[in-house]
């Protein structure tokens, strides 16, 4: 059976991630708070982000930028989408 959390997302209990996503502080806080849903998404989010926005990871304040997004992502805050993207109607 996998592991539960509270994802602060969705605000329910669903499949957490099998481990922390990154190292310290803020992985242990997605691996205890964030679920499996929520970090698909964001991570679909942020190659999107990446792209349209011609980020170069190699640049601290790109990074920063990102880190920033995820925690709004993630909390349900207003986050930065990808300028005349339009999602795909089902």
């Not at 970090?39 to 349209?52: A, P, R, V």
């Not at 980020?55 to 990808?82: G, V």
């Amino acid at each position: 059976m996998s592991r539960t959390v509270f994802c602060r997302k969705y605000q329910e209990e669903l499949p957490g991630l099998p481990v922390p996503p990154m190292p310290g502080a803020i992985g242990r806080d997605l691996f205890e708070n964030i679920s499996q849903k929520a970090w698909q998404e964001w991570q679909g989010h942020q190659t999107m982000l990446i792209n349209e926005k011609h980020l170069n990871m190699m640049d601290p304040s790109a990074r920063e930028f990102l880190r920033e997004q995820m925690q709004k992502f993630l909390s349900n805050e207003a986050f930065e989408q990808a300028e005349g993207y339009v999602p795909p109607t089902k």
